[in-house]
């Protein structure tokens, strides 16, 4: 084997072990990582893990690349299981693997979804990464106005200036879709998260013990609300 290709081989390896140790991290401290605390439990010189993550930032920003992807795959191999034409059911299937996935991982759902982490600006290599998930969501909607059991609410629903903003994101992501459907698609995802965050973070865990059942009925409730049909 090429020297180039074991220093490569080399490099992955600890790149992926800095950020396990800093995915523990996250778990005991929350997002305020420090690079000499992991640098200190890897049993390296404070120097040596700048080689492979020069700032703080750059580490968070690989943690999140990562939490994005992960959740992304997870959410889009649930939906790729479902039925095609059964919206309703693939709507379910992608809820629940995005629910299921940050009961896993809390800590990084909490780096994604949770309080900005101080000082830190995502940079323009987390978008790819973020999109994949509501991209799920995106092609429920376009696939049930391709087949005829989706139809398109009124756009009198809509105030003038958001018609006019959702046209430019319908535009960027799916041509054609209609902006009063995407509104109520876009509704359905920021919920999901809603609902996610509250269970997660302890806001509805005294006095709804039965969430299994409560997370079911809430994303019902959000498919009737996007038009999936039953």
Same mark, same amino acid.
């Given at each position: 084997?090429?020297?180039?290709?074991? !220093?490569? *081989?080399? =490099?992955?390896?600890?790149?992926?072990?800095?950020?396990?140790?800093?995915r523990r991290h996250l778990a005991s401290d929350g997002a305020n990582l420090s690079l000499r605390a992991v640098a200190r439990?890897?049993?390296?010189?404070?120097?040596?893990?700048? @080689?492979?993550?020069?700032? !703080?930032?750059?580490?968070?920003?690989?943690?999140?690349?990562?939490?994005?992807?992960?959740?992304?795959?997870?959410?889009?191999?649930?939906?790729?299981?479902?039925? @095609?034409?059964?919206?309703?059911? !693939?709507?379910?299937? /992608?809820?629940?693997?995005?629910?299921?996935?940050?009961?896993?991982?809390?800590?990084?759902?909490?780096?994604?979804?949770?309080?900005?982490?101080?000082?830190?600006?995502?940079?323009?290599?987390?978008?790819?990464?973020?999109?994949?998930?509501?991209?799920?969501?995106?092609?429920?909607? %376009?696939?049930?106005?391709?087949?005829?059991?989706?139809?398109?609410?009124?756009?009198?629903?809509?105030?003038?200036?958001? !018609?006019?903003?959702? /046209?430019?994101?319908?535009?960027?992501?799916?041509?054609?879709?209609?902006?009063?459907?995407?509104? %109520?698609?876009?509704?359905?995802?920021?919920?999901?998260?809603?609902?996610?965050?509250?269970?997660?973070?302890? @806001?509805?865990? =005294?006095?709804?013990?039965? @969430?299994?059942?409560?997370?079911?009925?809430?994303?019902?409730?959000?498919?009737?609300?996007?038009?999936?049909? *039953?």
């Open positions: 084997m090429p020297a180039s290709s074991i !220093r490569a *081989r080399v =490099r992955a390896e600890m790149l992926d072990e800095i950020k396990a140790v800093a439990d890897m049993g390296m010189v404070s120097s040596a893990i700048y @080689r492979y993550f020069p700032s !703080r930032d750059d580490l968070l920003t690989a943690l999140i690349i990562d939490a994005y992807d992960t959740l992304g795959a997870a959410v889009e191999s649930a939906d790729a299981g479902a039925d @095609r034409l059964d919206l309703r059911g !693939r709507w379910h299937a /992608a809820c629940r693997a995005a629910r299921d996935w940050a009961l896993a991982h809390p800590a990084e759902y909490a780096l994604l979804y949770g309080s900005p982490v101080p000082g830190y600006a995502a940079p323009d290599d987390t978008v790819g990464p973020a999109q994949r998930p509501p991209a799920i969501l995106v092609g429920i909607l %376009r696939d049930g106005v391709a087949a005829g059991l989706l139809s398109a609410p009124d756009p009198g629903e809509l105030p003038e200036p958001l !018609r006019t903003d959702l /046209a430019e994101v319908a535009d960027a992501l799916v041509p054609g879709l209609p902006e009063a459907l995407l509104a %109520r698609g876009m509704a359905g995802w920021t919920q999901l998260f809603g609902l996610i965050s509250f269970e997660l973070f302890g @806001r509805i865990n =005294r006095s709804l013990p039965h @969430r299994d059942e409560y997370f079911d009925h809430q994303t019902a409730l959000m498919a009737d609300l996007v038009g999936l049909p *039953r």
